[in-house]
Nanobody, 125 residues
Framework: VQLQASGGGLVQAGGSLRLSCAAS????????MGWFRQPPGKEREFVAT????????DYPHSVKGRFTISRDNGKNTVYLQMNSLNAEDTAVYYC???????????????????WGQGTQVTVSS
């Protein structure tokens, strides 16, 4: 699986962005997909995950209620809608994938096998 993330940019605090992650391969519909981010000078952190069907999602407290992950298996694409952005959301955002359905229950980046190249999100205050 090859992943290509896009949609990052510069946005004012309180604004919104939608990230996309396009995946290659006909097996996209069997993967757990996740979004992670790495703020400047910090460790990579979990942002959201979605199971293969799109019926189950999970978020950390820091983004719950503001971010929404979704997927379109017909388009081999996963999305991250980000609303009410603030300066603490500034980071490089990465999409990730794994075939093991148990990955959905993990928030660890080490449990994801495939990674996109990252897209920069900068929120100005």
């Amino acid at each position: 699986v090859q992943l290509q993330a896009s949609g990052g940019g510069l946005v004012q605090a309180g604004g919104s962005l939608r990230l996309s992650c396009a995946a290659s391969g006909r097996t996209f519909g069997t993967t757990v997909m996740g979004w992670f981010r790495q703020p400047p000078g910090k460790e990579r952190e979990f942002v959201a995950t979605i199971n293969h069907s799109g019926r189950r999602t999970d978020y950390p407290h820091s983004v719950k209620g503001r971010f929404t992950i979704s997927r379109d298996n017909g388009k081999n694409t996963v999305y991250l809608q980000m609303n009410s952005l603030n300066a603490e959301d500034t980071a490089v955002y990465y999409c990730a994938a794994n075939f093991d359905p148990r990955t959905f229950n993990s928030r660890r980046s080490a449990d994801y096998t495939y990674w996109g190249q990252g897209t920069q999100v900068t929120v100005s205050s």
